[in-house]
């Protein structure tokens, strides 16, 4: 039986936004909260230990990160070879310079030939030897028209015509490559693709028209043992009926405040031919927390937000604390002290939303159906509006003013 791990979307750079400058490392904290969160996986890789880690792509936010995050990527991977691990690393579409053509920044790793590590960025079989037996693996990079297609191919489509024809090519040669699987050998799919019954999470906002959805039932196959996937920054099980599992394990970290509340974590594998056990392992990834409170109608708004974020846990969370108000509420709001009361949060963010006048509730009286002359519906209204009081007389004057010249 053969011990795997499975993780993708590290995204290793991501996020700064919502870090701080470490005064003892000159680094963002996000940085390293990344990495530590992917030496996590490693650690148990290594004490568990498994026979073989896949990682499903997406390294780095894109295809050309600073020298220094690629360092700490490497560091993490690197203790896999000093154990003796072997890795199976798929390229997603953040790992590829320009949108697939020109290579990818997980192909040095192929380039130094690192002991024990598979680069997929192409669709292929490769059967790896390890110590308790052969093991298949099928590779599926991040796919995209100029993957697959000529531009002549796609002059003058629509994006849905250009899909329709990436899945026609797609289809015979993903049919091919688990034709050839040996039936007598545990056979793993390693992609990096949006499936089209996954449900989404930030990956949404960073992929936006690029790529295509692959049908499940391109990957639902009984030739396979289990599918590894990347991408969909949600962990999700595709095919409950697990024959085969179909697993997206979700990012390891959150990048943004989608992914607020979202479990992140790994997913364990215990593998044999014509079965696969799996867990999610869970992470303890930073949390993220949003706070938010509408004071326009408040009479002490501060006092208000400040004791909504009291019932709060903030304690090293990264926060966003979102109030609405009134215009002439603003005054009424030392941000000072709503700083100080997120003090405890590792990074905090404040935004106010000014409530527009004119989104404010309908008076009754002003209703459909309601018959109110001219001054009396002015009239109602005024009364009202209490923040209009000091120009009301004037409002009012020049209405009849205005009035008197219509009628005339």
């Not at 005054?331 to 935004?351: F, N, T, V």
């Amino acid at each position: 039986m053969f011990r795997i791990l499975h993780f993708a979307d590290i995204h290793m750079g991501s996020g700064f936004s919502h870090g701080r400058v470490n005064p003892e490392t000159g680094l963002n904290s996000r940085l390293e909260d990344f990495e530590q969160t992917l030496g996590l996986c490693i650690d148990r890789a290594i004490a568990d230990p498994v026979d073989l880690v896949i990682f499903a792509g997406d390294a780095f936010p894109d295809a050309t990160p600073a020298p220094y995050i690629h360092e700490a990527f490497a560091g993490q991977f690197r203790r896999l070879v000093a154990h003796n691990i072997p890795a199976v690393l798929v390229v997603g579409n953040h790992d590829q310079y320009s949108q697939g053509n020109g290579g990818a920044s997980l192909n040095i790793y192929r380039t130094l030939a690192v002991p024990g590590f598979i680069v997929g960025d192409r669709l292929r079989t490769h059967t790896l030897e390890l110590p308790k037996g052969p093991l298949q693996i099928i590779t599926l990079p991040w796919l995209n028209q100029a993957t697959l297609l000529t531009r002549q191919q796609t002059e003058g489509k629509t994006l849905n015509e250009i899909h329709q024809i990436l899945l026609q090519k797609l289809e015979p040669i993903l049919e091919a490559e688990i034709r050839r699987l040996d039936p007598e050998i545990p056979a793993i799919l390693v992609g990096h693709l949006m499936a089209d019954r996954a449900n989404l999470g930030a990956e949404r906002f960073l992929a936006v028209g690029k790529g295509f959805n692959i049908p499940v039932a391109f990957l639902n196959r009984s030739e396979l043992d289990y599918v590894a996937l990347g991408h969909v920054h949600r962990h999700q099980n595709l095919n409950p009926s697990n024959d085969p599992p179909i697993i997206y394990p979700g990012s390891i970290e959150r990048v943004d405040f989608s992914e607020e509340k979202e479990a992140k974590g790994y997913v364990l594998i215990n593998l044999r031919k014509g079965q696969a056990d799996w867990e999610f392992v869970p992470l303890p990834a930073r949390a993220f927390r949003t706070i938010k409170i509408d004071v326009s109608d408040v009479d002490e708004p501060e006092t208000a937000i400040l004791d909504e974020i009291a019932q709060v846990s903030i304690t090293d969370t990264v926060v966003r604390l979102i109030y609405k108000i009134r215009p002439e509420q603003t005054e009424l709001i030392d941000q000072r002290a709503l700083r100080k009361a997120l003090k405890a949060a590792h990074q905090a963010s404040i935004q106010a939303e000014l409530v527009s006048q004119l989104s404010r509730p309908r008076l009754p009286e002003l209703g459909i159906g309601q018959s109110l002359d001219p001054m009396n519906a002015l009239d109602t209204y005024l009364t009202n509006r209490e923040d209009l009081q000091d120009i009301a007389l004037a409002m009012r004057e020049t209405a009849t003013e205005l009035m008197s010249q219509t009628s005339t």
